[in-house]
């Protein structure tokens, strides 16, 4: 009898916890998104805010572009290259089809203008002209394309091509895009062209004709605060788009892979972002560089190193929660020299209602030598002036 009663009792308990999971899924799963696969994800932190089908490889047609762009991107940044170098058009650049801005063989265009041809109107002859033109030749820089995906932990993806034209064996997921659209973001020059609407470029060899660049994204136009990205669509890819927007210190980005129409995957981007922005904020904690405090120094040159951070530090909190925000200053008394600038001395932890969110590097802001007898004595010496 006893033995009925715990089972009894171990069944109830078992109902209830089924019962109170499916509760809990039921409230993190408030809504559907129209398309295979679709991603929220915080630009800031990485944090994903809602997820479906996320690491599903599929076909990503000319949202391919955006990883051609931040290669563009991080070879400018590097002075490799710069926006005034002319590139010859190759015949293989100008033979691409699809969405072109029709340049010609043995033309040159400036690396911005190829630019402003794939951020805008998502141009497959620019896109192979710049990766011709930084790599060598279209395939070289396709592995380059395939090596910074590995870097950025896009383990979902193989690109075959720089433009997304239909092939076999091209494809990516939700999640890989939304990561190598964060890293883009990073490069805040680019948000110059994906943020244009209309503009325009002069092309061909002899009597140039105007090819007026009209944005891809619709949500440029229409979504307070969108800066980005990219669009792309085939047959075999349907409606693909990467959206991001940014209010306040918060930018979000919403990827839609797959939707059934055009007017589907802008629609279901600014319901993601939309309720991005109702529910929660990016708060700024710690500004890049900002000091934080100072640290004695024993037998150093100088008697104390102010210590910093060597990037900025955000957090995603829900809204209304801001206030609940603590940060900690784990700091020695003092430390010995010599210390190298940039070299760990602490850490700063933010809590939130006593659950630890980040943790980050307190780092020296300057290198402090071994002091020599001479430089003791020396002090000695002031501090016996100064009492």
Request: proline fraction near 2%.
């Amino acid at each position: 009898m006893k033995k009925r009663n715990i089972m009894k009792c171990f069944s109830i308990f078992m109902i209830a916890v089924i019962f109170a999971g499916s509760i809990i899924m039921g409230q993190a799963e408030t809504f559907d998104v129209d398309a295979k696969a679709a991603i929220l994800m915080d630009a800031s932190t990485g944090t994903i805010l809602y997820e479906k089908n996320i690491h599903e490889s599929l076909p990503p047609a000319s949202v391919t572009k955006i990883m051609t762009m931040l290669l563009t991107m991080e070879e400018l940044d590097n002075n490799k290259i710069t926006l005034e170098d002319k590139v010859v058009i190759s015949e293989r650049a100008a033979s691409m089809g699809g969405t072109q801005i029709y340049v010609e063989p043995g033309e040159t265009k400036t690396v911005e203008d190829l630019m402003k041809a794939i951020a805008i109107r998502s141009a497959n002859d620019a896109s192979v002209a710049v990766a011709e033109y930084i790599a060598g030749t279209e395939e070289l820089f396709v592995e380059k394309m395939n090596n910074r995906a590995k870097e950025l932990g896009m383990n979902d993806t193989n690109f075959i091509n720089t433009n997304g034209l239909p092939v076999e064996g091209h494809h990516t997921s939700a999640y890989d895009i939304a990561i190598m659209s964060r890293e883009l973001l990073k490069h805040k020059k680019v948000e110059k062209w994906l943020t244009t609407w209309m503009d325009t470029v002069e092309v061909g060899k002899g009597a140039a004709s105007t090819q007026e660049l009209v944005n891809t994204n619709k949500l440029i136009r229409t979504y307070d605060g969108a800066n980005g990205i990219k669009t792309g669509s085939t047959s075999e890819a349907k409606y693909c788009l990467s959206a991001s927007a940014t209010r306040g210190n918060s930018t979000f980005i919403a990827v839609i892979l797959a939707a059934p129409t055009s007017p589907t995957r802008f629609s279901e981007a600014a319901k993601l972002l939309d309720y991005a922005f109702a529910n929660y904020n990016t708060i700024k904690v710690i500004e890049k560089d900002t000091n934080l405090g100072d640290v004695m120094i024993e037998k150093g040159k100088t008697s104390l190193i102010n210590v910093t951070t060597d990037d900025t530090l955000n957090v995603l909190v829900k809204k209304g929660e801001e206030s609940k925000i603590k940060k900690e200053l784990i700091l020695p008394e003092s430390i010995k020299a010599p210390i190298m600038k940039g070299e760990k001395v602490g850490e700063i932890i933010i809590t939130l209602d006593g659950r630890q969110m980040e943790k980050m590097d307190l780092i020296s802001s300057e290198t402090v030598k071994k002091a020599s007898v001479l430089d003791i004595l020396s002090r000695m010496f002031q501090n016996m002036i100064n009492n």
